[in-house]
């Protein structure tokens, strides 16, 4: 049983959410230079929603390559011959 690739994958997402809770509160927290009226106020929040759902999908992305990367990579059980 191929054991490592799980555990890279694990640690590969576990570090894809430290970074990503570094981006977030590092670039898109501080987004707030807007003056508040309310069309401002609400084009702020809404491009924070984009930025932070690009984060997921990034995140979910990188993930599923990854694990689709580690089932190209499993061997694979013989198929049976067929006795003639």
């Not at 590969?12 to 959410?17: E, G, R, S, W």
Request: aromatic share 10%.
């Amino acid at each position: 049983m191929r054991t490592a690739p799980l555990i890279a994958i694990e640690v590969a997402a576990f570090l894809l959410i430290i970074l990503e809770s570094y981006a977030f509160f590092t670039y898109i927290v501080p987004v707030g230079t807007l003056p508040h009226d309310l069309l401002r106020y609400t084009a702020e929040a809404a491009l924070k929603v984009a930025l932070t759902f690009g984060l997921g999908l990034l995140w979910l992305v990188v993930i599923l390559a990854l694990t689709r990367l580690y089932v190209r990579s499993s061997p694979r059980a013989p198929s049976p011959n067929p006795s003639s």
